[in-house]
């Protein structure tokens, strides 16, 4: 069956350093994958989307990776901020396009 | 614009009672879903629609409906509440599930305790 995997863990990192979240799949041929952000008590936020004929995607602070040999997709926020600490879903959408998210994972950044 | 909104926020029920919650999104989108997010499990779909007239089930859909007779508005109805049914259900929106942008918009949710 198919199979979105984020670690469950809370990711904890010094402000200032470079964040990297990991999204692995399995079972899926994805059209492209997203990421979003979700804050306490709030609806997610979209950030990134990224198709599967591409490699990298960047938008400010934020760079996304897409290897679908690997079945892997990296997210990184460098020079990380206080204010980046929030929950990182990521969101796959296959030949349907109806997207299928992560339980994602949380992010603490320590001033 | 106000986006994709939801109400009520919050709602306490009983089991067996049934009530609807409400989504409306005004930027014109074909595409809304309707999705539940429990600790530890994620968001999972619950039902979506393509456009007006057209609702199908997501991985979740028992003990709901859904009707899509404009645009804007797709409500979700709980038939007979079960304690199985508290959650956070956030609505969520894209102009069209196969255009060239396909970014989610969320409301902020509607918080359901059924005891």
């Known amino acids: 069956s198919q199979k979105i995997e984020q670690n469950s863990e809370a990711l904890n990192i010094q402000e200032g350093k470079t964040a990297t979240l990991t999204c692995n799949y399995t079972?899926?041929?994805?059209?492209?994958l997203q990421w979003y952000r979700q804050d306490p008590g709030r609806g997610p936020v979209f950030l990134l989307l990224?198709?599967?004929?591409?490699k990298e995607k960047r938008k400010e602070r934020l760079k996304v990776t897409f290897d679908t040999t690997l079945k892997q997709s990296l997210f990184h926020i460098t020079a990380s901020q206080p204010a980046d600490s929030a929950t990182y879903l990521c969101?796959?959408?296959?030949?349907?396009?109806?997207?299928?998210f992560g339980r994602g994972t949380s992010l603490i950044v320590h001033p | 614009n106000a986006g994709v909104t939801q109400t009520p926020k919050f709602q306490v029920l009983k089991t067996g009672q049934s009530m609807t919650l409400q989504c409306a999104q005004d930027?014109?989108?074909?595409?809304m879903s309707w999705y539940r997010q429990d600790p530890g499990m994620g968001l999972r779909l619950i039902h979506y629609?393509?456009?007006?007239?057209?609702?199908d089930q997501g991985e979740v859909p028992n003990g709901y409906n859904v009707s899509r007779s404009t645009t804007e508005d797709f409500p979700l109805r709980l038939l007979s509440a079960a304690p199985s049914q508290t959650s956070v259900y956030f609505c969520?929106?894209?102009?069209?599930?196969?255009?060239?942008?396909?970014?989610?918009?969320f409301g902020p949710g509607t918080r359901l305790t059924v005891l």
């Open positions: 969520a929106s894209t102009p069209s599930l196969a255009g060239s942008y396909n970014e989610q918009f």
């Open positions: 079972n899926y041929s994805p059209a492209y």
């Open positions: 990224i198709r599967e004929n591409e």
């Open positions: 969101a796959l959408s296959g030949g349907s396009y109806i997207p299928t």
């Open positions: 930027m014109n989108h074909e595409y």
């Open positions: 629609s393509v456009g007006a007239g057209i609702t």
